[in-house]
């Protein structure tokens, strides 16, 4: 497929630059998480992260699979229905919900994890008026993750923002407040932190913790815990970095459940919540040289993407890639750059390649751009690109090109 004639002939198709989402690989992805996690605590679910990617047709597919939904937004949350996701099968998180969201939410049975104290008051309103009603809401809890006197955030934050405290008693008053009213009932906690390392250990604490928290807060009932997302998935060879296997994880996480609640007739359930593990290595994103040219002592390749199409951060990490070449020879081999369309100077896709320098015409495929690459970036100076899917030796369009009618909507543009 991925010879030079094929990609021409899928640049005819879908123009250039263009995504290619490999569906087999999203479905063995999503078995060897569920297999893993599964084999070893049976009462478990996946709450697909639409954030990383909510390309519509990848969701609806998770959802075939059997992932839940796992939503941060409104927005998100009415993806997810209209992809036709049963509503008890979504789980609402985020810190911004409005009364509007909660009480659709309750209202459809949904899983929603309460962040802050400002959603209590929407939770209440909606048991009051709803007096025979059993109002099942989760807590995301905010406590200390750190270990051998470092923080385990990400950017190394002392303190995440999220979540109820429960060193400085906001759990208990949050508890108290809901405990109020008899129709309202704690379903589950909450627990996810985004981590530096993505390291076992954080994963040890986290279930562990809840686990407590569960206990001394004789939280008795509870349906599930959540260890939210955040880990590995299956890296490229070339990133050289010794990642936790889904088995490493699913071992420690296990392990705790099935210590802490071994008496339990019926366990809670085990979610977690994976976006980059599910959907990273599940795209790449195929550009076609331009031009070369020599500046000083430094080459580029100019290229029809960008950088926003593949590393939205910008972080200097090349990533795995290929170069597709034309005429089959090449020279010597060389150091160059690759850079892109817009206008700013920091639009690298690649930084010091040592290769033989590609030729006009030729292409280039960047690899594992699934996580946090097409939600991220704002469509800059040229249209979004074409998305296709590539299933049993098929490839067939899930997003097309945008145009310009469709970049200026005219329904929300004013000319
Ligand atoms: C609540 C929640 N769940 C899941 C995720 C997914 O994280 P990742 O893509 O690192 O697996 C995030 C990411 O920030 C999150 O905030």
Not at 112 to 136: C, T
Not at 398 to 413: G, L, M, T
């Amino acid at each position: 497929m991925f010879e030079y004639k094929a990609i021409n002939k899928l640049e005819k198709k879908l123009g250039s630059p263009f995504y290619i989402l490999d569906v087999d690989k999203l479905r063995q992805n999503y078995h060897k998480i569920e297999t893993a996690f599964k084999s070893r605590y049976e009462n478990f679910i996946i709450g697909y992260s639409y954030k990383t990617n909510y390309l519509p047709f990848l969701c609806k597919e998770l959802s075939k699979l059997g992932a839940y939904a796992e939503v941060v937004s409104r927005l998100e949350y009415d993806l997810a229905l209209k992809i036709g996701e049963d509503p008890k099968r979504i789980i609402f998180n985020g810190p911004l919900k409005s009364q509007d969201d909660i009480h659709l939410a309750l209202k459809n049975e949904s899983t929603i994890n309460i962040d802050s104290f400002y959603e209590l008051e929407f939770v209440k309103e909606y048991a009051l008026h709803h007096p025979n009603k059993q109002i099942n809401v989760g807590l995301r809890l905010n406590f200390d993750i750190s270990y051998n006197g470092q923080s385990a955030l990400q950017e190394g934050y002392e303190v995440s923002r999220f979540g109820i405290c429960i060193e400085n008693g906001n759990l208990q008053a949050g508890l108290n407040e809901l405990a109020a009213l008899d129709n309202i009932q704690i379903a589950g906690l909450h627990g996810h932190f985004s981590t530096r390392n993505r390291e076992i250990e954080s994963y040890r604490k986290i279930t562990q913790k809840l686990c407590d928290i569960a206990k001394e807060y004789r939280l008795d009932n509870l349906d599930y815990l959540d260890v939210g997302g955040g880990i590995y998935g299956e890296l490229p060879p070339s990133f050289h970095q010794n990642a936790p296997s889904f088995d490493d994880y699913a071992e420690a996480i296990c392990q705790i459940m099935n210590q802490e609640f071994s008496s339990y007739e019926k366990k809670p359930r085990l979610i977690i919540e994976p976006g980059m593990a599910m959907v990273a290595n599940t795209f790449i994103f195929i550009a076609k040289v331009i031009e070369t040219k020599t500046i000083r002592e430094q080459t580029f390749v100019l290229v029809d993407g960008s950088v926003h199409n593949i590393k939205p951060t910008m972080h200097k990490h090349n990533l795995p890639m290929k170069i597709i070449r034309k005429s089959g020879t090449a020279e010597a081999k060389q150091v160059f750059n690759i850079v892109g369309y817009t206008c700013m100077e920091k639009d690298y896709l690649a930084h010091e390649i040592l290769s033989e320098l590609p030729e006009k015409s030729d292409y280039i495929i960047f690899e594992n751009v699934g996580a946090y690459t097409i939600v991220f970036n704002p469509p800059f100076i040229k249209e979004r690109p074409c998305i296709a899917a590539a299933e049993d030796g098929e490839v067939f369009i899930v997003r097309k090109k945008e145009s310009i009618k469709q970049f200026f909507n005219e329904d929300i543009y004013m000319f």
